[in-house]
C-alpha cells in the first residue's frame, strides 16, 4: 500500500543542544522550501519537531532521549501509513529510524563520506556521532540502546555505502569485516556513481531500505558542507541522478538528510541542494507508486 502522506521529523540537534553546528541544517533546510517544495508535487506534509532536551544529564544523555523520540515518532507513521523524512542534525539519528521502522529484514542504503561504524573502543576523535551504526548493530553503548523503541542488534549484510571515502585503514577494514558493500569515493579518478548505485541496486535486494543521506557525501569542491568535508565525493547532479534511481529499484521505508553545517560554508548553496535531492526522491516515490497524491 502506498503512503498517503510525508511526515517530517524536525530534529534540530547537535550533541542534544538545539541549533548547535550541524542542528541548524535542519532550519536552513526548510527555509529553503523543502515543505513547499514536496507540497507542489500534489503531497500532503505534517511535521513533527523533536521537543528540547535539555533536561538530560550531558552529551551521552541528550543524545539518547533525541533517540528515543525520533524512534517513537517513527513509529507512529509507519502506524498512519505515512513516509518519515527526517531532517536531523546528527547521523546518528538514523538508528533511530532503524528501530522505528521496526522493520527487521531492513537493507540500508547509506550516502556517506564517513561509515559511523566507530564504537567507543576504537574511536580516535571523540566524536560521539561516528558511532550510530556500531549502536544499531549491538557493538556499543548496548544498555542506553535498549531504551530506544523498536532496537534489537540489526545486521548489515544488506548495506551500501555510496561515497565512502574519509576513513582511517581501521575504519575500513571494519566495514569489509562487517559485510557491508561500498561505492567508494575516490579523488584521483572519477567514479560514475549512479552508474555503479544502479548496478548494485539490480545485482541484490535492497527491500525495505532506510536511505541515509550525510551531506557529507558531496565533494568538498562545493565547499565545507560540516568539519569534516573531502574530495572524491559525489556532485549534485550524481546526488540527484542516485536520488532518483534508488526508489525505483528499491523500496524506500524512510529518508534521513542530515550532518550539515550552514555556517561552515555556502550554507544556501547546500541547502539548495538537498532541497533538490530531497524533491528528486519523492518524485520517484510518486512515479514508482510508493507514494500517493492526496
Same mark, same amino acid.
Given at each position: 500500500?502506498?503512503?498517503?502522506?510525508?511526515?517530517?521529523?524536525?530534529?534540530?540537534?547537535?550533541?542534544?543542544?538545539?541549533?548547535?553546528?550541524?542542528?541548524?541544517?535542519?532550519?536552513?533546510?526548510?527555509?529553503?522550501?523543502?515543505?513547499?517544495?514536496?507540497?507542489?508535487?500534489?503531497?500532503?506534509?505534517?511535521?513533527?519537531?523533536?521537543?528540547?532536551?535539555?533536561?538530560?544529564?550531558?552529551?551521552?544523555?541528550?543524545?539518547?532521549?533525541?533517540?528515543?523520540?525520533?524512534?517513537?515518532?517513527?513509529?507512529?507513521?509507519?502506524?498512519?501509513?505515512?513516509?518519515?523524512?527526517?531532517?536531523? =542534525?546528527?547521523? !546518528?539519528?538514523?538508528?533511530?529510524?532503524?528501530? *522505528? /521502522?521496526?522493520?527487521?529484514? #531492513?537493507? %540500508?542504503?547509506? &550516502? $556517506?563520506?564517513?561509515?559511523?561504524?566507530?564504537?567507543?573502543?576504537?574511536?580516535?576523535?571523540?566524536?560521539?556521532?561516528?558511532? =550510530?551504526?556500531? !549502536?544499531?548493530?549491538?557493538?556499543?553503548?548496548? *544498555? /542506553?540502546?535498549?531504551?530506544? #523503541?523498536? %532496537?534489537?542488534? &540489526? $545486521?548489515?549484510?544488506?548495506?551500501?555505502?555510496?561515497?565512502?571515502?574519509?576513513?582511517?585503514?581501521?575504519?575500513?577494514?571494519?566495514?569489509?569485516?562487517?559485510?557491508?558493500?561500498?561505492?567508494?569515493?575516490?579523488?584521483?579518478?572519477?567514479?560514475?556513481?549512479?552508474?555503479?548505485?544502479?548496478?548494485?541496486?539490480?545485482?541484490?535486494?535492497?527491500?525495505?531500505?532506510?536511505?541515509?543521506?550525510?551531506?557529507?557525501?558531496?565533494?568538498?569542491?562545493?565547499?565545507?558542507?560540516?568539519?569534516?568535508?573531502?574530495?572524491?565525493?559525489?556532485?549534485?547532479?550524481?546526488?540527484?541522478?542516485?536520488?532518483?534511481?534508488?526508489?525505483?529499484?528499491?523500496?524506500?521505508?524512510?529518508?534521513?538528510?542530515?550532518?550539515?553545517?550552514?555556517?561552515?560554508?555556502?550554507?544556501?548553496?547546500?541547502?539548495?541542494?538537498?532541497?533538490?535531492?530531497?524533491?528528486?526522491?519523492?518524485?520517484?516515490?510518486?512515479?514508482?507508486?510508493?507514494?500517493?497524491?492526496?
Amino acid at each position: 500500500m502506498p503512503a498517503q502522506d510525508i511526515t517530517i521529523i524536525f530534529s534540530p540537534y547537535h550533541v542534544g543542544i538545539r541549533d548547535h553546528r550541524v542542528g541548524n541544517g535542519p532550519h536552513r533546510i526548510q527555509s529553503a522550501g523543502v515543505t513547499q517544495k514536496i507540497q507542489s508535487l500534489g503531497v500532503a506534509v505534517k511535521l513533527i519537531e523533536i521537543a528540547p532536551v535539555d533536561e538530560y544529564e550531558g552529551e551521552i544523555g541528550r543524545s539518547f532521549e533525541i533517540l528515543r523520540r525520533i524512534s517513537r515518532a517513527v513509529n507512529d507513521c509507519v502506524a498512519t501509513n505515512s513516509f518519515p523524512l527526517i531532517l536531523a =542534525g546528527n547521523c !546518528m539519528s538514523s538508528a533511530a529510524v532503524a528501530c *522505528g /521502522l521496526q522493520v527487521r529484514d #531492513l537493507a %540500508f542504503i547509506y &550516502f $556517506d563520506a564517513h561509515d559511523d561504524l566507530d564504537s567507543p573502543d576504537v574511536n580516535e576523535n571523540g566524536y560521539f556521532d561516528a558511532m =550510530g551504526l556500531s !549502536m544499531l548493530r549491538g557493538e556499543s553503548w548496548k *544498555g /542506553l540502546m535498549k531504551t530506544v #523503541l523498536g %532496537f534489537e542488534p &540489526f $545486521d548489515y549484510t544488506r548495506f551500501l555505502y555510496c561515497g565512502l571515502r574519509d576513513q582511517s585503514e581501521l575504519q575500513k577494514r571494519r566495514v569489509i569485516d562487517a559485510g557491508m558493500q561500498a561505492i567508494w569515493g575516490n579523488a584521483a579518478e572519477p567514479v560514475d556513481f549512479a552508474a555503479e548505485l544502479k548496478t548494485r541496486l539490480e545485482r541484490a535486494n535492497y527491500s525495505p531500505a532506510l536511505v541515509h543521506l550525510d551531506l557529507d557525501v558531496l565533494d568538498d569542491s562545493y565547499g565545507k558542507v560540516n568539519d569534516y568535508p573531502s574530495p572524491g565525493g559525489l556532485f549534485e547532479s550524481d546526488l540527484i541522478r542516485c536520488m532518483e534511481l534508488v526508489p525505483r529499484l528499491a523500496v524506500p521505508r524512510s529518508l534521513t538528510v542530515c550532518s550539515f553545517d550552514p555556517n561552515a560554508g555556502d550554507g544556501d548553496k547546500i541547502a539548495n541542494i538537498a532541497v533538490r535531492a530531497v524533491t528528486a526522491f519523492v518524485e520517484s516515490l510518486l512515479e514508482s507508486g510508493a507514494l500517493a497524491k492526496s
